[in-house]
């Protein structure tokens, strides 16, 4: 059975940690996944490494922002093997940087390649997390997600598949098509049209239009040792974190 991890950005409007922590172990969750505001600083990180340990919750993938990662490596790698984390993902573009040519995107594959190089040279994976816009043709008819890894061959790619629906793309081509860069997938899903408005369009896992199932049987012909169960707006987390967990068990 796959041991499916629990994005905790999920449920960052509903502290305190340690609760949401708690709640996890007793739902079911072996893993979870943290995100920049966690690791703000050395005392958000040891409260974090103490409650992982009390919980006997698992951190093997985070989510680090790209200024953290290029500014100050060497804290991404001491937090990482704090937490335990074994793969950085960078999750999103910076404010500043908004490309809008293949070239302009490829040039952020080649900065990220740059900024991992230090973790792998650490021994930990680095990769990229989706959102919509990379698979969004450009003027120019570039697909930003194949320009950055056009840029960047080595980087890995954590796959969020609602992200990829909602763009519009098929997302058993793109499984298919990178099959061998994905190492981790966010597990989301996406709320019939006119639904679930209050909570941004999303849906607990197995509740909306995505056919998990299918994806899943693509998904296990990939890298992917992740899979990471995520909600960008619940208004109940523990409705969201369980019903997700017994739907996603049963694919």
Same mark, same amino acid.
């Given at each position: 059975? $796959?041991? !499916? ?23 079911? %969750?072996?893993?979870?996944?943290? %995100?920049?505001?966690? %690791?703000?600083?050395?005392? #958000? ?17 985070? =989510? ?24 950085? %993902? ?15 995107? *490829? ?9 991992? #190089? ?7 994976? !680095? ?7 990379? !698979?969004?043709?450009? #003027?120019?008819?570039?697909? &930003?997600? *194949? ?5 960047? &061959? ?31 997938? =966010?597990? #989301? ?23 998990? &199932? ?19 707006? &619940? ?10 967990? $017994? ?5």
């Amino acid at each position: 059975m $796959t041991d !499916f991890s629990y994005q905790l950005y999920s449920s960052r409007n509903f502290p305190p940690l340690s609760r949401t922590l708690v709640m996890l172990a007793r739902l079911g %969750y072996g893993e979870v996944e943290g %995100y920049h505001a966690l %690791y703000a600083d050395a005392a #958000k990180v040891a409260e974090l490494a103490e409650l992982l340990e009390l919980t006997g919750l698992r951190m093997p993938t985070g =989510h680090f922002g790209l200024e953290m990662i290029e500014e100050a490596p060497d804290r991404v790698i001491e937090i990482a093997r704090l937490l335990g984390i074994g793969t950085v %993902y960078c999750p999103a573009l910076p404010p500043d940087v908004q490309p809008d040519t293949g070239v302009a995107w *490829e040039i952020l594959g080649h900065r990220l390649a740059a900024a991992g #190089k230090p973790i792998r040279d650490a021994g930990l994976g !680095f990769g990229w997390h989706n959102h919509d816009l990379e !698979f969004i043709a450009l #003027k120019d008819g570039a697909i &930003p997600l *194949e320009a950055i890894f056009a840029g960047a &061959p080595e980087l890995e790619w954590q796959a969020d598949i609602a992200w990829l629906a909602r763009s519009g793309a098929d997302p058993f081509h793109w499984i298919a098509r990178f099959a061998d860069r994905i190492t981790a997938v =966010h597990v #989301k899903d996406i709320a019939p049209a006119g639904q679930n408005t209050g909570e941004d369009g999303w849906a607990d896992v197995g509740y909306g239009t995505l056919d998990w &199932p299918g994806l899943m049987t693509a998904l296990r012909a990939t890298r992917a040792r992740h899979f990471v169960i995520e909600h960008d707006n &619940p208004r109940d987390p523990e409705r969201f974190a369980e019903r997700s967990l $017994t739907a996603a068990q049963a694919f």
